[in-house]
């Protein structure tokens, strides 16, 4: 599976963003797309998460502020990012699971206060 995610960008605080994510190659039987974060000096964090057939799993933190979702008409997952917060800044991963974990080329996103 190939992961191209677009979308990121810099933002001023209570801005929002929308994150793209296609994927490619075998598509078939992915049970999972989602988004993952990593901020500097920090380890890479779940931000959400959507099995396939499923409900989506968010963060705390980003919680009533960001919304997945997928098309799977053009296997692309998004990421709806409202009343962004400094804190949000980080490189966002996109990520799928087929058999193994699939990670896109992460984009950056940056939000000043």
């Known amino acids: 599976v190939q992961l191209q995610a677009s979308g990121g960008g810099l933002v001023r605080a209570g801005e929002s963003l929308r994150l793209s994510c296609a994927a490619s190659?075998?598509?078939?039987?992915?049970?999972?797309m989602g988004w993952f974060r990593q901020a500097p000096g920090k380890q890479r964090e779940l931000v959400a998460i959507?099995?396939?057939?499923?409900?989506?799993n968010y963060a705390t933190s980003v919680k009533g502020r960001f919304t997945i979702s997928r098309d799977n008409t053009k296997n692309t997952v998004y990421l709806q990012m409202n009343s962004l917060k400094p804190e949000d800044t980080a490189v966002y991963y996109c990520?799928?699971?087929?058999?193994?974990?699939?990670w896109g080329q992460g984009t950056l996103v940056t939000v000043s206060s």
């Open positions: 990520y799928a699971r087929r058999l193994t974990d699939n």
């Open positions: 190659g075998s598509t078939l039987r992915i049970n999972a």
């Open positions: 959507l099995p396939s057939g499923g409900t989506p």
